[in-house]
């Protein structure tokens, strides 16, 4: 089946500092999906990309969908203490079905 | 989107039991998923529920072990059966964001521990 290779794997940045995680794929995605974990809770979609070579913005963050279609970029610009968490990408292993990236957990130091 | 209850939020369990998890929507969805999450990893999809038909269980995956149940277009049941250990993990459900819509919105989860 598909995988998804996200990296880095975890990240420790000031609060302040700008901050970019990547996922990449074995093959094609007509879809990218961005979501945030926090403790104790479900993942929160936080950005959907539906076209190659797309950027759409939510607020301070940011994410692309790569032309070649196998990958896909998320930055967060100015951190803050809230945005710590565990961000996963995601792309559809079915037309319905998603196949998660293995996530990325970002600290942000005060 | 959709707001998504699951009940219990946490629980722990003995070995040899089951335990049934409820996941309830505030509006009608054609498809849920169930998924799980081991410590300190991603999400692997359990199985597909659709209202009305069986369960679609992904590799790795039984109905006996994990049976579910769909009996309308607002509620999903997933029984995790004759738990050990090796099941302590968070078992979400999600739902799509519209009807084909590749976009899922997630639970809270379920913290299951089983001693």
């Known amino acids: 089946g598909q995988q998804l290779n996200q990296s880095p794997q975890s990240m420790f940045i000031q609060e302040g500092e700008d901050v970019s995680m990547n996922c990449t794929s074995s093959s094609i995605f007509n879809t990218w999906l961005w979501y945030k974990q926090e403790p104790g809770e479900g993942p929160v979609l936080l950005i959907a990309l539906y076209k190659a070579g797309e950027l759409t913005s939510n607020g301070r963050l940011t994410a692309q969908f790569g032309i070649t279609r196998k990958d896909s970029f998320l930055n967060i610009s100015a951190s803050i203490p809230s945005d710590v968490g565990i961000y996963f990408c995601a792309g559809p292993s079915t037309a319905r079905q998603l196949t998660f990236g293995s996530g990325t957990q970002l600290t942000v130091l005060p | 989107s959709a707001v998504i209850s699951q009940k219990p939020s946490r629980d722990i369990c003995q070995r040899g039991t089951s335990l049934t998890i409820q996941c309830q929507v505030d509006s009608q969805v054609t498809m849920m998923f169930w998924y799980r999450q081991q410590p300190g990893q991603s999400l692997t999809l359990i199985a597909t529920?659709?209202?009305?038909?069986?369960?679609?269980?992904e590799s790795g995956f039984v109905i006996d072990k994990f049976p579910i149940s769909r009996p309308n277009l607002t509620f999903s049941t997933l029984t995790v059966s004759n738990m050990s250990p090796e099941d302590s993990s968070i078992y979400l459900c999600?739902?799509?964001?519209?009807?084909?819509?590749?976009?899922?919105?997630f639970g809270p989860g379920t913290r299951l521990t089983v001693l």
């Open positions: 529920a659709n209202q009305g038909s069986e369960a679609t269980y």
């Open positions: 999600s739902v799509e964001g519209s009807s084909g819509s590749t976009e899922q919105f």
